[in-house]
């Protein structure tokens, strides 16, 4: 909700605003709706006041400003509402335009609080998403305050993957591959295959390294590129042999670690 009223400012016991997430500066201009202050805090309904900042909405309108308050696992606010770009303050209170709420009024203090802002055009299709996290209802100390289109408490650009949830430390979820080698004699070659399960993508069309053991920095034999089944092959002389292949991070599905296969002699 829109505040008419410009409330005193508190100073937060943790440096969040601001530094979780950059609103507004990207280089598409994508639609963004931050916080960017606290003005008042408190457990009952209409106790707690943000500054917030609205930018790059255009002029089709359409927009919705879903404003989404937990805590305990209750909705306490599910708002819908309307917005112009520029700088506001927001009202958090007890409202269910958007949809159902859960939680009555006053929110329990001592438990963590988190608010959601939303632009959605249609209602249902998020377009940003902002969360702001207090300690507790009646805290302006912050946990978390930026943007989270995933809701995985990470901000671009620590967050590489803003729209599939992960628990890691880049925000992607990360995916298992296997690198496998074995060895022929007729002819002498380095032969394998890089599988990658649930995520053949992240197998098929990779490049790997065929490396040659020797005293010293090891060889680098050949580069060899997978086959839709994620197969290899390199014809080599006799020696020791392994295999390597990159990390790879696809923003939209997640982050395979870069790996190296077991030494094979080949004779």
């Known amino acids: 909700m829109r505040k008419k009223s410009w409330l005193y400012l508190l100073p937060l016991v943790v440096s969040l605003l601001g530094a979780a997430g950059s609103p507004g500066h990207a280089a598409d201009a994508a639609e963004s709706w931050s916080v960017t202050g606290v003005n008042s805090t408190g457990c009952a309904s209409g106790d707690w006041s943000l500054d917030v900042l609205v930018e790059n909405l255009d002029d089709e309108g359409g927009y919705i400003n879903h404003t989404i308050v937990t805590s305990g696992g209750l909705v306490y606010m599910n708002e819908d509402a309307g917005s112009s770009n520029g700088s506001d303050t927001w009202g958090l209170y007890s409202s269910n335009t958007y949809g159902p709420t859960t939680g009555t009024y006053p929110i329990p203090a001592g438990q963590p609080m988190k608010v959601v802002l939303r632009i959605e055009r249609p209602k249902g299709t998020v377009l940003s998403s902002w969360t702001m996290e207090a300690t507790s209802c009646d805290s302006a100390a912050l946990r978390f305050n930026g943007s989270d289109l995933d809701d995985d408490r990470l901000s671009p650009p ?109 004779r």
């Open 158 to 266: 620590r967050d590489k993957c803003p729209t599939s949830a992960a628990a890691t430390a880049n925000g992607c979820p990360l995916v298992t591959r296997a690198l496998a080698v074995s060895r022929k004699s007729t002819p002498s070659a380095v032969a394998g295959r890089l599988r990658a399960p649930g995520s053949p993508a992240f197998a098929a069309q990779r490049k790997v390294r065929v490396w040659k053991v020797r005293p010293g920095r090891d060889k680098l034999v050949a580069v060899r590129t997978t086959t839709a089944k994620g197969k290899f092959s390199k014809r080599v002389a006799a020696g020791r042999y392994y295999v390597t292949t990159v990390a790879v991070l696809d923003p939209a599905t997640g982050y395979a670690p870069a790996i190296r296969s077991r030494t094979v002699r080949v």
